[in-house]
T-cell receptor, first 116, second 113 residues
Framework: GAVVSQHPSWVICKSGTSVKIECRSL??????MFWYRQFPKQSLMLMAT?????????EQGVEKDKFLINHASLTLSTLTVTSAHPEDSSFYIC????????????FGPGTRLTVL | LAKTTQPISMDSYEGQEVNITCSHN???????ITWYQQFPSQGPRFIIQ???TKVTNEVASLFIPADRKSSTLSLPRVSLSDTAVYYC??????????????FGSGTQLTVLP
């Protein structure tokens, strides 16, 4: 099946710094990718839809200036958490839709962000 | 977007069959039903997808009644490694909306020895 990777798998940073998370589709092209955030013991929450060659679409309540998304190629989307604060500490997961079925998504392994 | 309702948690023993039911009363005509499995600190993994009746693959079966207002994920002979959170999603990318990717609360399945 299709593989989606994320880098880094975990990151610890100081408050006020920016962190970039990469999401790659390894064996297929993805014009659309999705970014989620998951807090402990909670479900995944869709943050934004990343569109290759155009601006990302953000869900209500997600600050687009804080969570910068760039989808520069058909296999790479990046999420940059700018001026990170402890409340941004979470598990960030990306996904890309499959080529065939209507609802299958291929998820990355996730990135654990801890802001001190 | 069709909202889904699942039990928060379920316990089972090794070797038993586990059935997790999801309610989706306002499912749309072009919506598919998809189930995902998630282990701690990992991304969700696709289990099975269906539109109506019954679908079976190497890991699970999905039962969908004629009115499609609910669905049941059946895991045969579970093992300890099946302990995970199981999510039911309803929707279809063909609708052109990303909102089909809304995850419900999921069901925490715990398999006991």
């Amino acid at each position: 099946g299709a593989v989606v990777s994320q880098h880094p798998s975990w990151v610890i940073c100081k408050s006020g710094t920016s962190v970039k998370i990469e999401c790659r589709s390894l064996d297929f092209q993805a014009t659309t990718m999705f970014w989620y955030r998951q807090f402990p013991k909670q479900s995944l929450m869709l943050m934004a839809t990343s569109n290759e060659g155009s601006k990302a679409t953000y869900e209500q309540g997600v600050e687009k200036d804080k969570f910068l998304i760039n989808h520069a190629s058909l296999t790479l989307s990046t999420l940059t958490v700018t001026s990170a604060h402890p409340e941004d500490s979470s598990f960030y997961i990306c996904s890309a839709p499959g080529q065939g079925s209507a609802n299958e998504q291929f998820f990355g392994p996730g990135t654990r962000l801890t802001v001190l | 977007l069709a909202k889904t309702t699942q039990p928060i948690s379920m316990d089972s023993y090794e070797g038993q069959e586990v059935n997790i039911t999801c309610s989706h009363n306002n499912i749309a005509t072009n919506d598919y039903i998809t189930w995902y499995q998630q282990f701690p600190s990992q991304g969700p993994r696709f289990i099975i997808q269906g539109y109506k009746t019954k679908v079976t693959n190497e890991v699970a079966s999905l039962f969908i009644p004629a009115d499609r207002k609910s669905s049941t994920l059946s895991l045969p002979r579970v093992s300890l490694s099946d302990t995970a959170v199981y999510y039911c999603l309803v929707g279809g990318l063909s609708s052109g909306s990303a909102r089909q990717l809304t995850f419900g609360s999921g069901t925490q399945l715990t398999v006991l020895p």
